[in-house]
């Protein structure tokens, strides 16, 4: 059983950068591919960006366009870890921030597509 924890989250100004982190254990991580969703109140949850585990022209890293230019997603195999760098943070963009885990190695958005998830880490951006 993949178990995934994230942390990092908090409150920042407009404009502000904050670094999220997944880490994973009970499984290979280095098999999974990995997403970061949000979910803002009273909203769905909504895909970020995603991470493959393989290198191929299509398994490049993607992003929504709500953050594209903005975030970064990397994932460091030896430490089991999954990073979400944000900058030029917006008051939009405060949510529920969670990583989750599948074996396909090719980008979905769909979040049920998804294996496994963590709790969440809450972010807000104060305007």
């Known amino acids: 059983q993949v178990q995934l924890v994230e942390s990092g989250g908090g409150l920042v100004q407009t404009g502000g950068s904050l670094s999220l982190s997944c880490v994973g254990s009970?499984?290979?991580?280095?098999?999974?591919?990995v997403g970061w969703f949000r979910q803002a109140p009273g909203k769905e949850r909504e895909f970020v960006a995603h991470?493959?585990?393989?290198?191929?022209?299509?398994?490049?890293?993607n992003y929504a366009d709500s953050v594209e230019g903005r975030c970064t997603i990397s994932r460091d195999n030896a430490k089991n870890m999954v990073y979400l760098q944000m900058n030029s943070l917006k008051p939009e963009d405060t949510a529920v921030y969670y990583c989750?885990?599948?074996?396909?190695?090719?980008?979905?958005?769909?979040?049920?597509?998804?294996?496994?998830w963590g709790q969440g880490t809450q972010v807000t951006v104060s305007s």
């Open positions: 009970g499984g290979t991580f280095s098999h999974y591919a």
């Open positions: 991470i493959s585990y393989i290198s191929l022209p299509s398994t490049t890293p």
């Open positions: 989750a885990a599948k074996t396909s190695p090719f980008l979905t958005t769909d979040p049920n597509a998804y294996n496994w």
